[in-house]
Nanobody, 128 residues
Framework: QVQLVESGGGLGQAGGSLRLSCAGS????????MGWFRQAPGKERTFVAA???????????RYADSVKGRFTISRDNAKNTVHLQMNSLKPEDTALYYC??????????????????WGQGTQVTVSS
């Protein structure tokens, strides 16, 4: 049974940092794109960041414009995990953050429909 479990959410201050982690089990995701999405109350789930499988030049990454330069996605294939380092936090970063894995699709997907497995989410709240 495939499972993704997020951790590291909580309360942060504007300008501060938080680090999210997502541990996968049930299969290896080393060759699959992993991503982070977020959903604020009353809003749709939106793309945050994605990281491709490891390549000789390093894994390709993709970010939403709203987090570019502030958030960094990374992965540890040996531990089947993906991380999201969030710096310079803003109140508008407040949301439920989900990690996800692409199995069927290729590339760095930005649409939730391209991801096959999802975690249960971890809440991030940023105070001003």
């Amino acid at each position: 049974q495939v499972q993704l479990v997020e951790s590291g959410g909580g309360l942060g201050q504007a300008g501060g940092s938080l680090r999210l982690s997502c541990a996968g089990s049930g299969r290896t995701f080393a060759s699959r794109t992993m991503g982070w999405f977020r959903q604020a109350p009353g809003k749709e789930r939106t793309f945050v960041a994605a990281i491709a499988a490891i390549s000789w030049s390093g894994p390709a990454t993709r970010y939403a414009d709203s987090v570019k330069g502030r958030f960094t996605i990374s992965r540890d294939n040996a531990k089947n995990t993906v991380h999201l380092q969030m710096n310079s936090l803003k109140p508008e970063d407040t949301a439920l953050y989900y990690c996800a894995v692409q199995v069927s699709a290729l590339g760095l997907g930005v649409e939730p429909g391209k991801y096959d497995y999802w975690g249960q989410g971890t809440q991030v709240t940023v105070s001003s």
